[in-house]
């Protein structure tokens, strides 16, 4: 499995966090459930698109061009075939920013991008999806962003939250949040609903949660280290607790997940996404090629 990452275009730093690429056949690609990690993405395939699990427990073919919302328990995708999808991992107030629409009410579901955006969806399906390399769609993506990307909005503390929840890794209670900005209780959980998508109590549960799968990392000063000890180290204090988030999000307990390094779920957290995109070559390097 190939997977890379890149920085986008300096407009779209308010809103998209980086560029991704994912290619490789199906049999070669982990297919554990993904945990949520407090952020939304737009997604293109460009190969055999993936089936998702439905509700009901049976499985769809995805369409080529989706936006995944914020999540509050894990999501279960497979690959097809030949899969080359690329994507862009949005900033927690991201989605807002590039749509203008409020997004509660759209948690733990993966739409179809027209219900957003058609202009934009239309032009991921015909100048993103029908390239015929991951690197020309990921340039081809960042230009239809940046073609998208919407003029500033009224100014909102809900990005300011945001900073400073990730900040501190999470380690910081609501009301002190709420306070620090000079927020109500209400006034802070309006603008996270409203401008995240998730309650700001469970978005600081998923950066602490993502911070302990930080810790599995190869090479973190964790890794290797049991369960109970890596969760004490950021802030998981009572074991019982951080049993119970870890099986709300997973879908099991710690002791029972099993991931590889190839897989979705380590790829698309914190198991390998570091918090700031590594030495990797820029987007700019495949738009002179495309």
């Avoid at 309006?190 to 993502?210: A, C, D, T, W």
């Avoid at 004490?232 to 099986?247: E, L, S, V």
């Amino acid at each position: 499995m190939l997977y890379r990452e890149f920085r986008p275009s300096p407009s779209l730093d308010d809103a998209v966090d980086r560029l991704w690429w994912l290619e490789g056949p199906a049999e070669l690609i982990g297919a554990e459930p993904i945990p949520p990690d407090g952020r939304t993405e737009i997604i293109v395939h460009g190969g055999d698109p993936f089936e998702q699990r439905d509700p009901d427990g049976g499985w769809r073919a995805q369409t080529r061009v989706l936006f995944a919302a914020q999540a509050t328990r894990a999501v279960q995708v497979r690959p097809r075939g030949l899969a080359r999808i690329v994507g862009a991992r949005l900033r927690p107030t991201g989605a807002h920013s590039l749509f203008g629409c409020p997004q509660d009410g759209l948690a733990n579901q993966i739409l179809e991008l027209d219900r957003l955006d058609r202009r934009l969806a239309r032009t991921l399906r015909d100048d993103v999806a029908t390239r015929e390399s991951g690197e020309a769609m990921v340039a081809a993506l960042d230009r239809a962003l940046v073609g998208a990307v919407r003029a500033a909005g009224s100014a909102s503390p809900a990005a300011d939250a945001v900073t400073i929840a990730l900040g501190r890794r999470g380690l910081v209670k609501v009301g002190d949040l709420a306070a620090e900005l000079d927020l109500s209780a209400r006034q802070i959980e309006r603008v996270f609903s409203e401008r995240v998508g998730l309650s700001p109590k469970v978005f600081l549960r998923i950066v602490r949660f993502q911070e302990v799968l930080g810790g599995l990392r190869s090479g973190a000063p964790d890794a290797g280290r049991p369960w109970a000890e890596i969760a004490a180290r950021h802030g998981f204090y009572d074991q019982a607790h951080f049993i119970r988030d870890f099986k709300s999000f997973v879908g099991e307990s710690p002791g029972a997940w099993r991931i590889t390094p190839e897989s979705m779920a380590a790829v698309f957290s914190a198991v390998r996404r570091d918090p700031v995109v590594g030495s990797v070559d820029d987007v700019a390097f495949f738009q002179d090629r495309a």
